[in-house]
């Protein structure tokens, strides 16, 4: 089973992934908000507050918000595996600033890839001159989503034709 969303979708993804990551055989979160403590000090993240609340505003704020983001929730699975992880972002997203990935794919890294269990890949694509994804050209488009399918392909041993 493979998992893929963007934006808040790849929030989705990371929750999904650190609660259960048993279930899937890979996970794509595409241009996520993975850092729920401090969104909203970063582009336009301040007007998500009415969406997410703020962990700055009270306690239960701050609770809620920790237990639902990704960064802070990546831990080592007490058996297995986490499943292959492709984490994609731009350079130049200024919606969701590309910190959130680059942050959640080292923790990651750091977290997961010194375990002898870890055997599946933990990366990240990083598309340059580019944005959130409006407006992105078709070629790059079309090269990020064939990127995506192979990984998926490959993780999942399915023949693409």
Known sequence: LAINGGSNGGLLVGACVNQRPDLYACAIPQ??????LRFHKF?????????????EDDEESFKNLFALSPLHNIKAPQTGQYPAVL????????RVVPLHSFKYAAQLQYTLSALSSQTNPLLIRIETKAGHGAGKPT????????DIYAFIGHVTNTECV
């Open 31 to 36: 241009v996520g908000v993975m850092d729920m």
């Open 43 to 55: 582009t336009i993240g301040y007007a998500w507050t009415a969406d997410y609340g703020c962990s």
């Open 87 to 94: 984490v994609t972002t731009a350079d130049h997203d200024d």
């Open 139 to 146: 070629a790059k488009v079309i090269e990020e989503q064939a």
